[in-house]
């Protein structure tokens, strides 16, 4: 066999090989041993599991999203019920110890012009226009408003005016003569002053009537209590759609007024307003 020839410049020249297609030629045959024969498409088997693992993979992404949004929403409504549980101490402060009345009861609400109402007495205390002047202005609240009155999960209830927050039915009615003091409510920090509402009416209770609090964020209800305090407790704990448990964490009752406890019949609507 022949070696190498020298040229005429003094230089040897090599023979030349196939090392370079032969290179290329392993790597192919490699892919044919890892993947079976070039070109072909998914299997049957291969293409259901595949589509198995996305559909996995995206339930537990869209999971993960609406939990996240939903913990979203209840931070950002217990945000505004503080905010109405702190604007209550400062009417209290101003008004004698006074606390704001409730406004209607059992009653969708169609009264909206009393200044002693919770809804128009607490809103300047937090730079917000009261609810008559927003409803005078054609503004008055509604779902999905991203404002201190709307809770972001509270949904419309079919009524003339839509209240996300409602008082406690049983605090400062229109029954009495006057409105309950704070100074004068044992243990504020279990008194509820504020709660979820149902939508058509601007005070709740628990019950199994349709102005009983609502829980909205994922079986939880959110509360605000007479010291500014706030919860979110699970509808079985506050009594949501069944009646008042009497916890005494939780209280709806204030004792010796006039507004029945419940599961006591209450008063016919035309015996509500003054």
Known sequence: MRG???????????????????????????????????????TLVELLVTTTVIAVLSAILVAGTRSARDAGRRVRCL????????????YANDHRGYVPRRGQGI??????????????????????????????????????????????SAVDSGHKYFFAYAMNMMLSTWLAPEPDRLDHIASPNTMVFLADGPGGHCSTVPTFESYSPRARHRGKVNLAFLDGHVESLSAAHVGCGVGDPRRQDVRWVVPGRLWPEPGQPVPPPSTEMP
């Open 107 to 152: 009653q969708p609400v169609f009264q909206i012009n009393r200044r002693a109402d919770w809804f128009n007495a607490l809103p300047p205390y937090m730079h917000l226009d009261r609810f008559v002047d927003l409803a005078g202005a054609g503004r008055p609240p509604k779902p999905r408003d991203a404002t201190t009155w709307v809770c972001p």
């Open 4 to 42: 190498p020839q020298k040229t005429g410049t003094g230089h040897e020249r090599a023979w030349p090989t196939n090392r370079g297609r032969l290179g290329r030629c392993d790597g192919r045959l490699a892919a044919i041993r890892l993947f079976g024969r070039v070109g072909r498409g998914f």
């Open 79 to 90: 945000a505004s019920v503080r905010d109405w549980g702190t604007a209550v101490g400062y």
